[in-house]
T-cell receptor, first 115, second 109 residues
Framework: EAQVTQNPRYLITVTGKKLTVTCSQN?????MSWYRQDPGLGLRQIYY???????DKGDVPEGYKVSRKEKRNFPLILESPSPNQTSLYFC??????????????FGQGTRLTVV | DAKTTQPPSMDCAEGRAANLPCNHS???????VYWYRQIHSQGPQYIIH???NNETNEMASLIITEDRKSSTLILPHATLRDTAVYYC??????????FGAGTILRVKS
């Protein structure tokens, strides 16, 4: 089954304690991205990756890092989390379709609370 | 980034067609229009996308006006499980999906 898997699903942590949210896809997609979703602000892109070792900033990259050492994995790293990073996070991987454009597959989400 | 405008909410009777409108007057000629939906706080789910022609798949139909300034997503026979937030989305730099506030569709029995 085609899927994007995020872990953990829920996480409560303290300010300043480094954490990593993992994301893995089994569809051999080149393009992967991270979004955060906040009430009133919708979904905003944090980082994206067009292929292995190729990453770039999205709209809200401050306080986050990513890496893309393998095609299937795209972890999101918070080196020093702060309360304003409390949010619902989604990882997505995308493929180009035969008619043009893309189709994105999203993970189940990670609800992060930083206290 | 292409901006889209949708009504904040709509109601639909179960079994009837749900027609969700979207304005995207700033979309450029080679940008696709995408529709996704999000049920509760699950990950967004792809529905359909198009460029100029109308499109249909097993989930929905997409009608795009000739001037490409607006489109309508049609769920032909809405069920209670179609209650969700529906996003009409344009593309941004780097294949980014530019989400707006979406339309809350409530399907009622």
């Amino acid at each position: 089954e085609a899927q994007v898997t995020q872990n953990p699903r829920y996480l409560i942590t303290v300010t300043g304690k480094k954490l990593t949210v993992t994301c893995s896809q089994n569809m051999n997609h080149e393009y992967m991205s991270w979004y955060r979703q906040d009430p009133g602000l919708g979904l905003r892109q944090i980082y994206y990756s067009m292929n292995v070792e190729v990453t770039d900033k999205g709209d809200v990259p401050e306080g986050y890092k990513v890496s893309r050492k393998e095609k299937r994995n795209f972890p999101l790293i918070l080196e020093s989390p702060s309360p304003n990073q409390t949010s619902l996070y989604f990882c997505a991987s995308s493929s180009f379709t035969s008619k043009g454009g893309t189709e994105a597959f999203f993970g189940q989400g990670t609800r992060l609370t930083v206290v | 980034d292409a901006k889209t405008t949708q009504p904040p909410s709509m109601d639909c009777a179960e079994g009837r067609a749900a027609n969700l409108p979207c304005n995207h007057s700033t979309i450029s000629g080679n940008e696709y229009v995408y529709w996704y939906r999000q049920i509760h706080s699950q990950g967004p789910q792809y529905i359909i996308h198009g460029l100029k022609n109308n499109e249909t798949n097993e989930m929905a139909s997409l009608i795009i006006t000739e001037d490409r300034k607006s489109s309508t997503l049609i769920l032909p026979h809405a069920t209670l499980r179609d209650t969700a937030v529906y996003y009409c989305i344009g593309e941004g730099y780097g294949n980014k999906l530019v989400f707006g506030a979406g339309t809350i569709l409530r399907v009622k029995s």
